[in-house]
């Protein structure tokens, strides 16, 4: 694995040389086995929940607790089909893609506005605010969560879909802020300076310039927000009261609690909530990634 | 996880957008006197402020409330049905850092327990991330299929990955019977790995570094590609091997995203407790007791004691040490340039 894991290769071809090429050309080779080993190893750790959870639910309960082997004898789609209409999953599934999604377009909408005026604009008392959005990325959950519960039967929003929407957008601030601004300082100052002499205003050159050129950031973050908020469950737990506004941790974790655990229902319940996840991810992988970098690369 | 990605820019961002603003002002309003100068200036300084402010309104309406009451509520002894709070100064936080003989025990068996979740969790995930991206960074096929999967465990963590845990972690569960199979049967654990309260804590920081390592291995990936790979060739003429010229030339160049992706696990370390709550919910007996799910507990668990106030200042003492902690951090990254 030696020399290859660090550069590229280089054909040693020249003559005088064989006996050298070929004892590096069999530790290569054995190089190659055990990063082979070593990749396909760590992706059967990566994968091994999934494997367990995808087993279970097409296992009958039966058949879980005899337990055991991995790929089920009687594979069976009731499982699954019971789980989906009992337990009225379609209606938990649209709540979570109802708070999921709005969500997500707040957090886009208002946090890439303000990392423009971070990134680009100048204004007295930015740097602080700036600060302060920082700060805020520390301050544990848990601290704001009474508060948070307390603050929303004022305003007579507990309970409600919106009532987790708000705090969701409002506690992804520092993070979109984050990232965002460092996506939109890699901007080249140039081109706002070309589009300001052409007469370009605030609102044309953040949306004709610095929103495409920042879709990966863009989308990285929308991810970021759409996941934790599709798994979110501790400010749910404590503010939804009525089953029929129940996101899909709550309804997982009513399923759990229930005197006997039915793990064949529960990991068909969980493999209903995370396909969409895998599936958004995979969609959007190109970009994440790039994203990711491009934060990094700075 | 990204946390630490803006970190890594973020370290400077504000200065950087300054920057940019002054130029702008200076640069655009050419052939204008001073006074148009100005009002650019005071229109730039309008939209700005237009631009932060949906931002600004909704940290008005859900943040300042919540914190300054959540901060002012660490000082009171309240239960959450009383009409008033009992203040209490300081006597919260001191009770909690060994002055009362209630609650110091719990505080302090938690405090140990986090104490190896912080230590490990972070170790670990570098221990593996980096290596596991070292590998991955020098295979050309497959390299965008196995990143997709090793980037499963973060794409669906949460409560469904929880469970699925419970379940190949239970007595007759999957790991027991992976051991088993491959004839290590006398290192199963009859009660499974979450109830012998020796190998439950072990096998949540396991199960969190798991968690950990999608993020900080793209984030080595990416400080891989990004290499300047005259270097490593400059070295491997020099006649260093692949081990040397990892460990003296790509490791010290890797320390910045290492620094990131240990404040990242620190804090999740610190602050972070779903997996505990739905996992081992604390036990067996106090064995995965951590200061996050302590506080929750005195908060949302504890029925009717008035342990809001001490939950709440806990709370805050562990933003104290996150923050202790990025501070650390950014002084060392300073330091490495």
């Not at chain 1, 229930?258 to 599936?279: E, K, R, T």
């Not at chain 2, 049967?185 to 499974?192: F, N, T, Y």
């Not at chain 2, 900080?216 to 020099?238: F, P, R």
């Amino acid at each position: 694995m030696s020399s290859q894991a660090l550069s590229t290769p280089r054909r040693t071809g020249a003559p005088g040389r064989t006996a050298h090429a070929s004892r590096t050309g069999s530790r290569r080779s054995v190089g190659r086995i055990v990063v082979g080993v070593v990749l396909a190893a760590y992706a059967a750790v990566s994968v091994y929940p999934f494997l367990w959870m995808v087993s279970a639910a097409f296992k009958t309960n039966a058949e879980v607790q005899e337990g055991g082997h991995l790929i089920p004898h009687h594979p069976t789609l009731q499982t699954f089909s019971d789980t989906w209409n009992k337990l009225d999953f379609f209606d938990y599934f649209l709540n979570s893609v109802k708070v999921t999604v709005l969500t997500t377009v707040l957090v886009v909408v208002i946090y890439s506005a303000a990392s423009y005026a971070f990134s680009v604009l100048d204004f007295p008392g930015k740097k602080w605010l700036y600060r302060l959005f920082l700060v805020l990325l520390f301050v544990p959950g848990v601290v704001t969560l009474l508060p948070i519960v307390l603050l929303e039967s004022k305003l007579d929003i507990l309970g409600t879909h919106w009532g987790l929407i708000l705090p969701f957008v409002n506690g992804s601030a520092p993070l979109a802020i984050l990232m965002l601004t460092s996506s939109f300082n890699s901007v080249p100052t140039e081109l706002r300076e070309a589009a300001r002499m052409d007469g370009a205003g605030e609102l044309r050159i953040f949306s004709r310039i610095y929103l495409p050129l920042a879709r990966p950031a863009i989308v990285t973050i929308a991810l970021l927000t759409a996941i934790p908020t599709w798994n979110e469950y501790q400010l749910t737990r404590i503010s939804l009261n009525d089953p029929h506004s129940y996101t899909l941790p709550i309804a997982l974790q009513t399923m759990q609690s229930s005197n006997v655990v039915q793990y064949n229902s529960l990991m068909a319940a969980a493999l209903i909530m995370v396909v969409p996840v895998i599936a958004l991810f995979l969609c959007a992988q190109r970009y994440f990634v790039n994203g990711l970098m491009g934060a990094v690369k700075g | 996880m990204t946390t630490e990605t803006g970190t890594v820019r973020g370290v400077r961002p504000a200065g950087n957008g300054h920057g940019d603003g002054n130029r702008t002002a200076a640069g655009a309003p050419r052939g204008r006197g001073p006074l148009g100068r100005m009002r650019e200036k005071r229109k730039q300084a309008a939209w700005g402020y237009l631009f932060v402010a949906p931002a600004i309104l909704l940290f008005a309406l859900m943040g300042v409330y919540t914190i300054v009451y959540g901060f002012s509520l660490s000082f009171a002894q309240w239960n959450g049905f009383w009409p008033e709070w009992h203040w209490k100064g300081f006597k919260n936080y001191t009770d909690l850092l060994g002055g009362s003989p209630t609650y110091w025990p719990i505080v302090k068996k938690a405090a140990t327990n986090t104490l190896w979740v912080v230590i490990g969790v972070p170790l670990l995930t570098v221990l593996v991330a980096f290596p596991l991206a070292l590998v991955l960074n020098s295979v050309k096929r497959f390299q965008g299929i196995l990143r997709s999967i090793y980037f499963l465990p973060y794409v669906t963590t949460g409560i469904a990955v929880y469970f699925a845990w419970n379940y190949i972690l239970e007595p007759g569960g999957a790991i027991n019977l992976l051991l088993k199979t491959v004839g290590l049967g006398s290192l199963q654990e009859p009660q499974g790995w979450l109830g012998n309260p020796h190998t439950a804590l072990p096998t949540m920081i396991v199960v969190m570094v798991w968690s950990a390592v999608p993020v900080a291995m793209l984030l080595y990936l990416t400080g891989l590609q990004s290499l300047d790979g005259s270097l490593l060739e400059a070295a491997q003429i020099d006649g260093a091997g692949w081990l040397r010229s990892t460990t003296t030339i790509v490791w010290p160049l890797m320390k910045p995203i290492t620094v990131v992706v240990i404040l990242l696990n620190v804090r999740d370390s610190l602050q972070g407790f779903q997996s505990f709550l739905i996992m081992t919910n604390g036990g067996p007996g106090d064995s995965t007791s951590v200061l996050g799910l302590e506080t929750y507990r005195l908060a949302f668990l504890n029925e009717l004691s008035p342990t809001l106030g001490l939950a709440s200042a806990l709370g805050w003492l562990l933003f104290i040490a996150a923050l202790v902690v990025a501070f650390i951090n950014q002084r060392a990254m300073r330091r490495m340039g």
